[in-house]
């Protein structure tokens, strides 16, 4: 069964410090989500890609987070640097038209 | 401003009861409403979508009834069993377009009792 793919799965880390995640998202599904879930909350969108570019980033701190998707596979999520609010779940997710499927997470932990 | 209200925070039923969640949205353009499940430490699973044309779907033990006038919609889970803790998430998108944003309500934590 298809699968989108994190990593890393934890990642524990210090404030000022920068942090990188990776996706591979559902193979064919052109839409990528960046979700953060905070503990006890439910996932909020950071970034939305179609294809390579973005299309809803008004959710992103782009002060100190980027988001990319060179080849419209792919994407990887930047945090420089980190703070200690920062610490959530990174959740990927992909969609081919409707349905969005999701990873199992990043667990960022700033200390 | 929370695009997507769900209630309760959290819900403690007995094992064989029924479980119901439910949601409320103002925003008419959604047209797509699924749930997630997701157990500690793992990602949102997709467990059941309805579409505002269709009052009810029903997939097993779950069901969604959805209220198009009052613009709310609920998740029943039958014969409730321990499997099913975890906590429950309802959404709503513009699912016609694959640039729809996915808005999730704050989440229902389930505990069953055996």
């Known amino acids: 069964e298809a699968e989108v793919a994190q990593s890393p799965r934890y990642k524990i880390t210090e404030k000022s410090q920068a942090v990188a995640f990776w996706c591979d998202p559902i193979?064919?599904?052109?839409?990528l989500y960046w979700y953060r879930q905070i503990l006890g909350q439910g996932p909020e969108l950071l970034v939305q890609?179609?294809?390579?570019?973005?299309?809803?980033d008004s959710q992103l701190p782009k002060d100190r987070f980027s988001a990319e998707r060179l080849k419209g596979v792919d994407s990887t999520l930047k945090i420089q640097p980190a703070e200690l609010g920062d610490s959530a779940m990174y959740l990927c997710?992909?969609?081919?038209?409707?349905?969005?499927?999701f990873g199992q997470g990043t667990r960022l932990t700033v200390v | 401003q929370q695009q997507v209200k769900q209630s309760p925070q959290s819900l403690i039923v007995q094992k064989g009861g029924i479980s119901i969640i439910n949601c409320a949205y103002e925003n008419t353009a959604f047209d797509y409403f699924p749930w997630y499940q997701q157990f500690p430490g793992k990602g949102p699973a997709l467990l059941i979508a309805i579409r505002p044309d269709v009052s009810e779907k029903k997939e097993g033990r779950f069901t969604i009834s959805f209220n198009k006038s009052a613009k709310q919609f609920s998740l029943h889970i039958m014969d409730s069993q321990p499997g099913d803790s975890a906590t429950y998430f309802c959404a709503a998108k513009t699912g016609g377009s694959t640039l729809g944003r996915l808005y999730f309500g704050r989440g229902t934590q389930l505990t069953v009792w055996p």
């Open positions: 193979s064919g599904h052109a839409t």
């Open positions: 890609f179609q294809d390579e570019s973005v299309v809803d």
């Open positions: 997710a992909s969609s081919l038209i409707t349905e969005a499927f």
